[in-house]
């Protein structure tokens, strides 16, 4: 029953691999974000998505690429990657927008392992 | 430029020992203040949400506080089940979709 969930939980590769992470909530949420946490601890905000619609999206790579094929689920996939990929993503999820503060709910993480 | 400065990186209590863990933030406008609590290997846990100056939330041995430029994360005769590392975050009123923005985290140990 856990509520955010993300496969795999650790993903090693090679530098220039195509590679992806899956995210799925069960809390009937609208809004599914992904975030990068660095080898400092620090975590971003990458992308949001809401009812299957980007709504906020950083200065990220377009190397990254989230797709949402319903609410329940927010996919990143990283073409050709780099060291510098190399980190903790977490995908989250809440009822409303970022701006509404409703709360976050995060998933374990996948750590990401760039050789 | 929005900013959440958390301090300090690092603090080592005994159990029992009470302590402070400070937010302070500079943001366009603030919506709302979290704290999250984060385990090794895990993803961040919801504490607490503060939306307005002067207001405070307690959960067993946690005190959150806010004022208008910092919030505090009290801890009460911390048990070492507390060590983790507690993040804060704000979200601002700037542009219509709002981001969460973190700060880098305390590092708390607590030894028994």
């Known amino acids: 029953d856990t509520a955010v969930s993300q496969t795999p939980k650790y993903l090693v590769t090679q530098m220039g691999n195509d590679k992806s992470i899956k995210c799925e909530q069960n809390l009937g949420h609208d809004t599914m974000y992904w975030y990068k946490q660095d080898s400092k601890k620090f975590l971003k905000i990458m992308f949001s998505y809401n009812n299957k619609e980007l709504i906020i999206n950083e200065t990220v790579p377009n190397r990254f690429s989230p797709k949402s094929p319903d609410k329940a689920h927010l996919n990143l996939h990283i073409n050709s990657l780099e060291l510098g990929d190399s980190a903790v993503y977490f995908c989250?999820?809440?009822?409303?927008?970022?701006?509404?503060?409703?709360?976050?709910?995060f998933g374990p993480g996948t750590r990401l392992t760039v050789l | 430029e929005d900013q959440v400065t958390q301090s300090p990186e690092a603090l080592r209590l005994q159990e029992g020992e009470s302590s402070s863990l400070n937010c302070s933030y500079t943001v366009s406008g603030l919506r709302g203040l979290f704290w999250y609590r984060q385990d090794p290997g895990k993803g961040p846990e919801f504490l607490f949400t503060l939306y307005s100056a002067g207001e405070e939330k307690e959960k067993e041995r946690l005190k959150a506080t806010l004022t208008k430029k910092e919030s505090f994360l009290h801890i009460t005769a911390p048990k070492p089940e507390d060590s983790a590392t507690y993040l804060c975050?704000?979200?601002?009123?700037?542009?219509?979709?709002?981001?969460?923005?973190f700060g880098k985290g305390t590092k708390l140990s607590v030894k028994p």
């Open positions: 989250a999820s809440s009822q409303g927008l970022a701006v509404s503060t409703d709360t976050q709910y």
């Open positions: 975050a704000v979200v601002n009123y700037g542009g219509s979709q709002g981001n969460l923005i």
